[in-house]
């Protein structure tokens, strides 16, 4: 009986490592937009930005906005896990036998100043890609924006997984 219950183990296992692969590469693969979705022929398999490609961009747009970007994720990244850092170090300071307030406090300023370093990236960022969209691309992702920071189920500016700005701030190599 155990022979038989091993090789229908196996079968399982082997059957749930695939589709565990085949989820993981779904998500890892990016998906490529439809040209006709957006009307861009030929150009939507570059750019890898979801908000761009729903944008728009061009070939030639998306020369000078990918740098910008790639520096732009770089330096949220840095202060995100800084931020997360942190906040494991408030954690610490109130699980501690007696808390310092004061510390806590200080330490939560710190997480503040953080998130405003990356409220200016993002400013800078927008100010410096605005210069390179279309008055109509620079409307519809300014009414993104618009939409986004009126919801109250997240922080603005950070997109739902997928949607939004949140492909912007996350470097897809990060995974």
Not at 23 to 33: D, E, G
Not at 81 to 92: A, C, F, H, N, W
Not at 122 to 141: G, S, W
Request: aromatic residues 6%; negative net charge; contains cysteine.
């Amino acid at each position: 009986m155990w022979k038989r219950t091993k090789s229908y183990l196996i079968v399982v296992s082997v059957t749930l490592n695939v589709a565990f692969v085949a989820v993981w590469i779904a998500y890892a693969v990016p998906s490529q937009a439809h040209p006709e979705e957006t009307g861009q022929r030929g150009t939507q398999h570059t750019i890898w930005c979801p908000l761009h490609r729903e944008l728009g961009v061009t070939e030639e747009q998306w020369a000078q906005i990918e740098p910008r970007l790639r520096e732009f994720q770089a330096a949220v990244a840095e202060l995100r896990q800084q931020t997360g850092v942190k906040r494991s170090e408030v954690i610490d300071l109130i699980a501690a036998e007696e808390p310092d307030r004061a510390t806590i406090r200080a330490k939560q300023d710190e997480i503040l100043a953080t998130k405003r370093s990356i409220q200016g990236l993002v400013a800078e960022h927008l100010l410096a890609e605005k210069q390179i969209l279309t008055p109509d691309q620079q409307a519809k992702v300014f009414e993104m924006l618009r939409n986004r920071t009126s919801c109250a189920d997240g922080p603005p500016m950070s997109g739902r997984p997928g949607t939004g700005l949140g492909p912007v701030l996350q470097n897809p190599d990060e995974g």
